[in-house]
């Protein structure tokens, strides 16, 4: 029996290996890689260029340990860092943020709307209009940001910036660069995808949240710079919140688990079947296949999560200037559960991530359009008649699956929060269980996976996800 396992595990890392090895002997495939690879590169050598005026010392001892709170989910959704305040500072969100925005108007702005169905004319138009907008967003975020932690504390600042230096030539200067920044790593993203292999922008994000991964596996097993030999004893150093060998493997578990599931829910589909009508030509008769129109269980995405993480920040901020302004303790203490997030934080992001799974669904999914196209092409649902009631049942199954995936997403942006409580661990560690960064990466490595296997296929060899 051990044998045949060994044979088995061998085979499989043989397996493996050879197809990897397949990937960089297609010549074209080769240089698609490398490209990207030396694009992500040059990202996160910008990631590490700091701002000429701020004093990155002491803001490193101001923001230490903001990377856990509200600061740490911005810079995970741009592929940023606000805490180290750098050249790639705002990261790709002003961008991220215009093509949103661009989206949303194209289903209620009848002259955009217009242009999306005009094809590649129309998309080249809307992406000149989303650069124009990214910069406008760039300047207004850095010009607050940079005015923040450069003012005086006695002006509402954090007093970061080095005194001689915090000058309107120096914060000109700062804000130019953060803006610069931001439209390299747009030019960076553009470039991926017309000479890499991926979505480049999706892959910049990637990158930013993979490379926080070293430093929050290495907080289980040092602190304060030592090495913490208690992880591997029963029980830890028998302290409370300490890691033991216990949670060690608890939490090897869940994270296999969970990514399993993540998997399992992204790549899961309603099909629904469908049939072609039959034609006679002659005396050969045509059609009558039989087919499916596959629904995605999350057919948002990471969306809704992204947008309900971004809207918790505003009330958070609310009350902590109210309670800095006026001492209401009430104030105080909803800030305080907000920033922790605690019960009320993970209540309310579990009812906005059901409203946007909704909401957004509702804009990229058209039940009216699809039946359109299926009576085109002279498809049909058994059972309905093509048009309306086909475009109802469409609309009947939607809300019905998007119910499941706004559960699944709910469930997943939580278990951060539930793993940190319950385990008694670090927030940045617990934050790879879940939450926005596991669907961001678990999303675009499928992609990914996906892409590289199109190009093994054209050319006749095996896929990666192949038996």
């Not at 940023?80 to 500072?89: A, E, V, W």
């Not at 002006?155 to 230096?165: C, E, H, V």
């Not at 079947?273 to 005396?283: C, D, I, N, Y």
């Not at 309310?348 to 039940?367: D, K, Q, S």
Request: aromatic share 14%.
């Amino acid at each position: 029996m051990a044998t045949a396992m060994s044979s088995v595990r061998s085979g499989l890392a043989g397996l493996a290996q050879s197809r990897l090895v397949t990937i960089f002997k297609i010549k074209e495939l080769r240089i698609k890689i490398l490209i990207t690879l030396m694009f992500l590169a040059i990202y996160r050598v910008g990631f590490h260029v700091p701002l000429p005026m701020i004093n990155q010392e002491e803001m490193t001892r101001a923001l230490s340990g903001s990377d856990q709170g509200l600061l740490g989910m911005i810079s995970m959704f741009s592929g940023g860092s606000l805490s180290q305040s750098t050249i790639f500072g705002l990261g790709i969100m002003p961008y991220i943020s215009a093509s949103i925005i661009f989206q949303l108007l194209g289903s209620i702005y009848p002259p955009l709307e217009k242009l999306q169905k005009e094809g590649e004319a129309g998309r080249k138009k809307i992406n000149e209009y989303t650069r124009y907008a990214t910069v406008f967003i760039c300047v207004i975020q850095a010009w607050f940001w940079v005015s923040y932690i450069g003012r005086a504390k006695t002006s509402g600042g954090m007093g970061l910036a080095y005194p001689d230096f915090y000058t309107f030539g120096y914060a000109f200067n700062s804000i130019l660069l953060m803006t610069v920044g931001t439209l390299f790593l747009m030019w960076i993203g553009e470039q991926i995808d017309e000479y890499g292999i991926g979505n480049g922008i999706s892959l910049i994000i990637m990158a930013g949240i993979v490379a926080r991964m070293p430093d929050a596996f290495l907080s289980l097993f040092f602190e304060q710079g030592k090495f913490n030999s208690d992880v591997f004893r029963l029980g830890g150093s028998g302290a409370g919140g300490t890691i033991g060998l216990e949670k060690i493997v608890v939490l090897v578990v869940l994270f296999v688990a969970i990514v399993v599931g993540v998997i399992a829910i992204t790549k899961g589909q309603r099909r629904i079947p469908t049939q072609s009508a039959k034609h006679v030509r002659g005396r050969r008769v045509y059609g009558g296949t039989r087919q499916f129109l596959p629904l995605r269980v999350n057919q948002a995405g990471v969306m809704p999560v992204i947008f309900a993480s971004s809207l918790l920040i505003i009330p958070s901020f609310l009350f902590k200037w109210i309670y800095g302004t006026w001492y209401w303790n009430w104030a105080g203490n909803i800030s305080a559960s907000l920033e922790r997030q605690g019960y009320l934080y993970n209540i309310m992001f579990i009812v906005l991530i059901y409203f946007f799974c909704y909401f957004w669904t509702a804009i990229t999914f058209n039940p009216k359009d699809m039946a359109n196209n299926l009576k085109d092409y002279g498809s049909f649902i058994p059972g309905y008649r093509p048009g309306k009631r086909t475009a109802d049942y469409l609309e009947k199954v939607i809300l019905r699956i998007t119910y499941v995936g706004a559960a699944f997403l709910a469930v997943v942006a939580i278990i951060p929060s539930v793993v940190a409580g319950l385990m008694e661990v670090n927030y940045a560690v617990a934050s790879f269980y879940g939450g926005t960064g596991l669907l961001i990466v678990v999303s675009v490595a499928l992609d990914l996976v996906q892409k590289i296997n199109s190009h093994l296929v054209m050319r006749n060899y095996p896929g990666l996800t192949d038996d």
